[in-house]
């Protein structure tokens, strides 16, 4: 009985799940692709599959990145379906889901608004791979590219949750002179609302979708920390303060004894 209104609650995201693993590309296309002599040979491989939108798309105008925006749109829509035909709080955790999206093609405006503003770079040639339609909040995106201030972005912002980050991390941003508060500060959003929506799935739901979202938190502190490191030029501490948290093995303890460990090891008369 369990497992019927389990199966009922979830038979339209059964479905799609079933359409999508049948559009997967067999790996001898993927390959028959990567020894290709050309892109355009490579792109011509995909007519009569799934991603025949991609040789449209790059027959039509020869950027391969207008192509990959087609898949980001697919992608939306697809998340789009699904809400469409969802209730309660799945409803909510696919919304919450959804705003990866909005977010990444938020971060995209910005970038490019830095590049105007704080680098002085031409970005004509930039905004046309932007998403413009709305996913959840109008974000506005070509007036974000052409303000003049970060507070100016906060403004075309306003009446989404990502004004106030704007607002709380314009001051470092103007301190480090990179977008790093902000995108980080976007990614932790992200993620907490992300966890909030899924606490109220029943507990079968929450264990899983814990582990699923905690590996990916650790895919994406991994490459933050890199980045800490590398790039920024973070002490360890630093670093850890700006994890995203809810990760499924890399939480902030481990990695203090891990960086404790390294420094031991580093400081031993016998290394």
């Given amino acids: ?4 209104a389990r199966l009922k609650k979830y038979a339209f995201i059964n479905a799609k799940l079933r359409a999508r693993i049948s559009n997967i590309l067999p790996d001898d296309v993927l390959i028959n692709m990567a020894k290709s002599r050309s892109l355009g040979e490579a792109v011509r491989i995909l ?11 790059y027959n039509r105008t020869g950027d391969l990145k207008l192509a990959e925006l087609e898949l980001y749109k697919k992608e939306i829509e697809l998340y789009h379906e699904l809400e469409r035909y969802i209730s309660g709080e799945v409803l909510e955790f696919v919304k919450a889901l959804t705003g990866k999206y909005e977010i990444e093609n938020l971060k995209a405006a910005i970038r490019l608004w830095f590049d105007r503003v704080i680098r002085k770079r031409n970005i004509d040639s930039l905004t046309g791979y932007l998403f413009r339609e709305k996913i959840h909040y109008d974000l506005h995106v070509d ?5 003049d201030s970060i ?3 906060a403004e075309v912002l306003s009446g989404t949750p990502y004004a106030q980050i704007i ?5 470092q941003m103007d301190v480090t002179r990179n977008l790093f508060p902000v995108e980080i500060a976007l990614d932790r959003y992200f993620y907490k609302q992300l966890y909030d929506k899924m ?3 029943d507990k079968m739901d929450f264990d899983i979708t814990k582990r699923m979202l905690g590996v990916e938190i650790d895919m994406e502190n991994i490459s933050w920390l890199v980045r800490f490191r590398d790039f920024y030029k ?16 890399l939480d902030k303890k481990a990695l203090e004894d891990r960086s404790e460990e390294h420094t031991s090891e580093l400081q031993s008369p016998n290394t």
Wanted: proline share 2%; charged share 20%; hydrophobic share 35%.
């Fill in 151 to 153: 507070e100016g972005i």
């Fill in 1 to 4: 009985m369990i497992g019927q």
């Fill in 47 to 57: 007519h009569d599959t799934s991603f025949q939108i991609l040789e449209e798309v």
């Fill in 167 to 171: 607002k709380e991390n314009s001051s």
């Fill in 234 to 249: 973070m002490t360890m501490d630093q670093s850890l303060a700006n994890m995203i948290p809810y990760g499924h093995h």
């Fill in 199 to 201: 606490k109220k799935l």
């Fill in 143 to 147: 007036q974000i590219i052409n303000v």
